[in-house]
Every structure is written in C-alpha cells, then in structure tokens.
Nanobody, 125 residues
Framework: VQLQASGGGLVQAGDSLRLSCVAS????????MGWFRRAPGKEREFVAG????????DYADSVKGRFTISRDSAKNTVYLQMYSLKPEDTAVYYC???????????????????WGQGTLVTVSS
C-alpha cells in the first residue's frame, strides 16, 4: 500500500483545513485507516480512525467535535476535515493503513503497517 498525504498548510486559529490521503497498491476496502500527528518535541499520537466501510470512526479527545474523518472508495481517499483549529494542532499529520484488521480502529501506531509521508499543519495564534 502506498499512501500520499496532502492538504497541509499555514492557517490562523479558528480556520478550517482538509487533509487528503490517496491510497494505491491494494484494494481500498481491504484496510482501515487512521490519522496520526507529531507535534514539535512530542511523540506521535492518534488523531482519528475509520474502518474499511466507513461505518465506524473514533477520535482523540483533543479533536473530538472539531475533526471529521471520512473515506471515499471511488477515489481511494481518506480525508481529515479539521475545523476550529488551534495552535496546539500544529504538527506533521500522517495517514496510515491497517491491513490486519479492517473492522477495528486502533489507537497505537504499531497497529498500522503502512504510512504516508506526512503533511505539515501550522496554526498561528
């Protein structure tokens, strides 16, 4: 599986941004997807996850109610729509694929076996 993330940029606090992750190399419905982020000086953390069907999603408490994960099978793409961005959302965002259990949502990075290259989101105050 190859993953290509995009959509990052510099925005102001309160703005919105949508990240995209295009997948290729394997049937899109074979795997669940997740978004993670790594802020400067911090460890990588789970942001959002979605099952292969899109029927189930989950979020980190810090983004719940502000971020929405979705997937479009016709485009082999998973999205992370981010609203009401805060300076503490500044990070490199990574998409990841979990090919071992497409029906689950996992919060540990070790559960995902393919990773995109990351896209930088900077939120200024």
């Amino acid at each position: 599986v190859q993953l290509q993330a995009s959509g990052g940029g510099l925005v102001q606090a309160g703005d919105s941004l949508r990240l995209s992750c295009v997948a290729s190399g394997r049937t899109f419905s074979d795997y669940g997807m997740g978004w993670f982020r790594r802020a400067p000086g911090k460890e990588r953390e789970f942001v959002a996850g979605i099952t292969w069907s899109g029927d189930s999603t989950d979020y980190a408490d810090s983004v719940k109610g502000r971020f929405t994960i979705s997937r479009d099978s016709a485009k082999n793409t998973v999205y992370l729509q981010m609203y009401s961005l805060k300076p503490e959302d500044t990070a490199v965002y990574y998409c990841a694929a979990d090919t071992t259990d497409r029906d689950g949502i996992y919060y540990g990075a070790w559960s995902y076996d393919y990773w995109g290259q990351g896209t930088l989101v900077t939120v200024s105050s």
